[in-house]
């Protein structure tokens, strides 16, 4: 079952978050996942008030997700978005219930 990434991102550091930005879509992109949304403007925010960009990534799995998050290629990466944003993110897995 898919699996969507939605974070809220404000970065702190923009150079350092610019080298981030070079090296995290490969790592994502081994584990089978892909940007959906990369800091478009916000239109609406109803009841939720973002307090930097909003990235939505996707996933084949949570097994996958986890992989990547966890895998040796992305650690040292990790730690540069650690050091030049704070964010809050959120898992959803993909469904259809009814309302």
Not at 14 to 42: C, D, F, S
Not at 56 to 74: A, I
Not at 91 to 96: L, Q, T, V
């Amino acid at each position: 079952m898919k699996v969507y990434v939605i974070s809220d991102i404000v970065v702190t550091d923009q150079e350092k978050y610019n080298e981030y930005m070079k090296l995290a879509p490969n790592t994502i992109a081994k584990y089978g996942g892909k940007y959906l949304v990369r800091g478009g403007n916000i239109l609406n925010s109803l009841d939720w008030n973002p307090k930097g960009r909003i990235i939505v990534l996707e996933f084949p799995s949570k097994e996958k997700l986890d992989q990547w998050q966890n895998s040796e290629e992305y650690k040292p990466v990790k730690e540069i978005r650690l050091e030049a944003s704070s964010s809050k993110s959120i898992i959803i897995e993909s469904g259809d219930l009814p309302f």
